[in-house]
């Protein structure tokens, strides 16, 4: 496909006219809804009406990519999701395990939990590529602890490639797919999410603390689906939950003290606020779902009846399925099923939305709390600054950020930044 520079500019002018009527019309409806109630929406779903020109951007992104006019191209078109559909099926992929090291750098992976996995660090816009035996990686809730699991082990480091605090030789769990790790603020120990089993790894022993084995059941097996686990940030307490089991609170040695039930169909996520003062726990019903919010700092005992309206717990959000998030010393950023990361407070008050498309699989932000990275399963790494203003007109949220920009890791083609 070759272009003139008139086509070029009718090309542009079409994406931009459309792009930003689209962002326009989906932000009116949705403040309308939130303001005066979604059923006395009467309008048509605004709709994106660009796809018929996705595949001449998708030629021209590959050319400014090899021609290193990167920056005038995103000028001239500011990103989307909608239009590119129709390509993710066949090049999309998980971004997943998305760590802050320092300053303007990350380490993230690239591929599921089932697949082979390939590891890279960014440091501003420069990819490296890491090592292939890499098949996870984590970063312990506090002192910057990192662990790397490879050729059948976990080795942790203080900071990233730092010098070894220890050594975790793999048995029991040696070709488990590797959902999530977490390492211990001091590096000893280790919270393993599999779809076969959660663990806590220590030099001498793999135990499983999730899911909880039925002694009758002759048949019984580990195998779980969203299976997910996090644990509180001093590293006291640790929560477990999956698609059949209420989230379960344990202790930093993995003994059950209490069980929070859920309020929609299925426990998908949890995460501690940053201060430990808050477990927030979702479940999910289709790509719904509901998030509520319990005291933590004394979780002993704690029971939440599932499905039962209760002053022991707050409504956090009514609307999200969450698949990852964070916590800042402000609010949560959580990242749904439909494209959206969102920040809401411990009250349930959601501070701002931004929407980047498809499924969000995992986000991580700078120490100073002014840059974020989400990964999605598009195959998109966005990179946004945050409250530094919008960059264009295209944007769909009430979220004043800043798309630095988003590298695409699509199937069997180069990577390419937008």
């Known amino acids: 496909m070759k272009f003139t520079d008139k086509s070029k500019e009718n090309i542009k002018q079409e994406w931009n006219l459309l792009g930003s009527k689209y962002a326009f019309d989906v932000n009116e409806m949705v403040k309308f809804g939130e303001t005066n109630g979604w059923e006395n929406w009467k309008g048509e779903e605004p709709k994106d009406e660009r796809d018929h020109l996705a595949d001449a951007i998708y030629q021209l992104l590959k050319e400014a990519n090899k021609n290193n006019t990167v920056t005038q191209f995103r000028n001239d078109f500011p990103p989307a999701h909608t239009p590119f559909i129709k390509f993710l099926q066949d090049k999309g992929q998980s971004i997943a395990q998305l760590h802050f090291i320092t300053e303007q750098k990350i380490v993230f992976l690239v591929g599921t939990a089932y697949q082979k996995r390939q590891a890279y660090l960014l440091k501003n816009d420069t990819i ?165 919010g319990v005291d933590a700092t004394d979780l002993k005992n704690i029971n939440i009846t599932a499905y039962e309206e209760s002053e022991d717990y707050t409504v956090i959000d009514d609307g999200m399925r969450v698949y990852c998030g964070v916590a800042t010393s402000k609010y949560y950023i959580l990242g749904d099923a439909f494209g959206y990361i969102k920040a809401i407070d411990t009250s349930g008050n959601c501070i701002w939305k931004y929407f980047l498309g498809s499924t969000i699989t995992s986000i991580t932000i700078s120490d100073d709390e002014n840059t974020l990275w989400i990964g999605s399963a598009s195959g998109m790494l966005h990179k946004l600054q945050l409250d530094k203003g919008l960059r264009d007109n295209h944007t769909i949220g009430n979220g004043n950020h800043y798309e630095e920009f988003r590298f695409i890791f699509w199937k069997e083609e180069s990577i390419m930044k937008w």
């Open 128 to 292: 490296t590529e890491l090592d292939d035996a890499i098949s996870a990686i984590g970063k312990s809730k506090k002192n910057n602890v990192f662990a790397i699991v490879s050729n059948h082990k976990i080795v942790t480091t203080q900071g990233w490639q730092g010098e070894i605090i220890a050594t975790f030789n793999l048995e029991k769990t040696k070709d488990l797919g590797i959902t999530e790790l977490t390492p211990f603020n001091d590096g000893h120990k280790i919270l393993l999410t599999t779809s076969e089993g959660i663990y806590i790894i220590s030099k001498d022993a793999e135990n499983m603390i999730h899911p909880v084995p039925d002694l009758e059941d002759e048949e019984w097996e580990s195998d779980m689906d969203m299976e997910n686990a996090t644990i509180s940030n001093d590293n006291n307490y640790i929560v477990v939950g999956d698609q059949c089991s209420d989230h379960r609170v344990l202790d930093n040695n993995g003994v059950e003290i209490g069980e929070v039930g859920p309020q929609s169909s299925y426990p998908d996520f949890c995460l501690f606020s940053k201060n430990d003062h808050q477990l927030i726990t979702n479940s999910c019903h289709f790509y719904n779902g509901v998030t509520i």
